[in-house]
């Protein structure tokens, strides 16, 4: 995985995303579209009635992250809201964790950085 410049400004894809607050913490929900990756996934799809969108709902600090994806706030603004917004040992290192986070959002091409 290769880490992105501290300086780049990440970008959401989708405007198909809801987010809400529960006990006081950011909840979001992104809808996306379900492909078939074949023709067997489409005879699947179709025998089973498969619904063509997922939810994908993030946590807490997956919230925070999604929310500063806005193309304005860089990849080291979103690392210092995310330390000043979670209290949570689960994101430490904060720089490695969200590096992950953000690859896993630019594979599912959920994000895309504004300076590439």
């Known amino acids: 995985m290769s880490e992105r410049s501290p300086t780049a400004t990440p970008i959401r894809t989708t405007e198909d995303w809801d987010c809400e607050c529960v006990d006081g913490s950011r909840k979001v929900t992104i809808q996306r579209p379900r492909q078939p990756r074949n023709r067997v996934d489409e005879l699947l799809f179709d025998l089973f009635d498969t ?4 939810e994908l709902e993030l946590d807490a600090a997956g919230s ?12 080291a603004e979103v690392a210092e809201e995310l330390a000043a917004t979670v209290s949570d040992e689960r994101i430490e290192p904060i720089g490695d964790t969200l590096s992950y986070f953000l690859a896993q959002l630019a594979e599912l091409d959920l994000i895309r950085y504004a300076d590439a």
């Open 64 to 75: 925070v992250v999604w929310c500063h994806c806005d193309g304005d706030t860089t990849v």
């Open 51 to 54: 619904p063509t969108e997922r």
